[in-house]
């Protein structure tokens, strides 16, 4: 199951660039197309590894084994196995504000929703150790199952996995067997699976689902590029926020501090609050947001 929540860990937004002066000096019907341009700049600058693709690349044959991307939001989009389509990703939150959009084709993808760029390189080897930990499991329970089928008592209608007048100590002994070849298969593949923070990052995900119930709609729950929790405040849910946690909005997160959250980095300006938090202060932060819905 793919992490749902935006992928984005930093890179250049529309939203962001189309608040630059540079695109609010032009006339507003190209704004809209110079911020595109400026993203897919910046992210090809900030993220030279991650592949960016514009608009004007939708004349091109769609890259071969891309199976997802983040678009000009943010959000992430899935391949549609077998096709040449493209599927959003809803993010947490109230279907209401999810919207509509089907699965689109890369060429329409790309003209609607770019630039689009590759999640993190992170991404596809957790997701290759991920699945060749789930073949092991598969394999390892085929092996237990086949030496159980070739036992003395297969093909005469007995149970072949554990015979009922099997001897005792023969019995504990397979099951000991057993016990310890599935331990191990499952040790591994959760030790792939809690690797795997871009597959499924509970403490995001959990987080940005409680700021769209907190109705913090206009914020942005994020695995920032330290691997901590970034969040990003536009002023009036930095206003909502204070007023929830009964703070001063201003330096919002070091007034945080005396609820037990402590950010170990913040940043307040006039368009925006960010400020990175420990993964237990997101957890932290979940429950207070959740604790004041109540």
């Known amino acids: 199951m793919l992490n749902t929540t935006r992928l984005s860990d930093g890179l250049p937004t529309l939203e962001e660039a189309a608040k ?12 809209d197309a110079a911020a595109r341009v400026l993203v897919a700049r910046q992210r090809r600058e900030q993220a030279p590894g991650r592949r960016t693709w514009e608009a004007k690349d939708a004349l091109l044959p769609p890259p071969d084994g891309l199976i997802a991307v983040l678009d000009s939001k943010g959000d992430l989009w899935r391949s549609v196995p077998g096709t040449d389509e493209w599927r959003h990703v809803p993010r947490p939150g109230p279907a209401s504000n999810q919207g509509t959009t089907g699965p689109l084709p890369w060429r329409e993808f790309l003209q609607t929703h770019a630039p689009a760029s590759e999640p993190p390189d992170e991404w596809a080897q957790q997701r290759t150790d991920v699945m060749d930990s789930l073949r092991a499991a598969r394999e390892e329970l085929n092996r237990l199952l086949a030496d159980a089928a070739d036992g003395p008592r297969a093909g005469t209608g007995a149970p072949s996995v554990a015979e009922t007048d099997e001897d005792d100590d023969d019995l504990l002994d397979r099951a000991k067997r057993w016990a310890a070849h599935l331990t191990g298969a499952a040790d591994r593949l959760h030790a792939a699976v809690n690797a795997a923070e871009l597959l499924h990052d509970e403490v995001i995900t959990e987080l940005a689902r409680a700021f769209s119930d907190a109705r913090l709609s206009e914020s942005r729950v994020t695995r920032g590029p330290n691997g901590g929790v970034s969040i990003r405040l536009s002023p009036s849910d930095a206003d909502l926020l204070a007023g929830m946690m009964a703070v001063s909005a201003t330096l919002l997160p070091m007034n945080l501090q005396h609820v037990g959250l402590k950010p170990h980095g913040w940043f ?27």
């Not at 002066?21 to 019907?29: D, I, W």
């Not at 993964?279 to 109540?294: E, P, V």
């Open 20 to 31: 630059y002066r540079v695109v609010l000096e032009l006339p507003p019907n190209q704004r």
């Open 268 to 294: 307040s300006g006039p368009r925006s609050t960010t400020m990175h938090l420990s993964d237990d202060g997101g957890r932290l932060l979940t429950k207070l947001l959740r604790g004041h819905r109540s």
